[in-house]
């Protein structure tokens, strides 16, 4: 069976930079990506990196401001945050998928999930 395991996130001053690592074991995924959680909204995705890395998707709202990798030699992905805003604050999600058919964003292709992390950013 697949697992993400998340580490990384916390609380930080708006303008600072935090950063999410997520371990995947069991399974060899295809798309792995980035969703977040604030309270009362639905979950959104932030950003997505195809296996190979050549393609990468990024929310409009933390373009410029997050990176996302991938070491597929660690089975990790990654979400560097910089610039961060109050309003990035969230539970922030890592999941993965096996299909490599269908849109990056479509978040009912994503199998797998990682346990949440939170992320607050103050003002």
């Known amino acids: 069976q697949g697992q993400l395991v998340q580490s990384g996130g916390g609380s930080v001053q708006a303008g600072g930079s935090l950063r999410l690592s997520c371990a995947a074991s069991?399974?060899?995924?295809?798309?792995m990506g980035w969703f977040r959680q604030a309270p009362g909204k639905e979950r959104e995705i932030v950003a997505a990196?195809?296996?190979?890395?050549?393609?990468?998707y990024y929310a409009d709202s933390v373009k410029g401001r997050f990176t996302i990798s991938r070491d597929n030699a660690k089975n990790t992905v990654y979400l560097q945050m910089n610039s961060l805003k109050p309003e990035d604050t969230a539970v922030y999600y890592c999941?993965?998928?096996?299909?490599?058919?269908?849109?990056?964003?479509?978040?009912?292709?994503?199998?797998?999930w990682g346990q949440g992390t939170q992320v607050t950013v103050s003002s």
């Open positions: 999941a993965a998928r096996m299909s490599f058919a269908g849109a990056m964003t479509t978040t009912g292709l994503y199998n797998y």
């Open positions: 069991g399974r060899t995924f295809s798309t």
């Open positions: 990196i195809s296996r190979g890395g050549l393609e990468i």
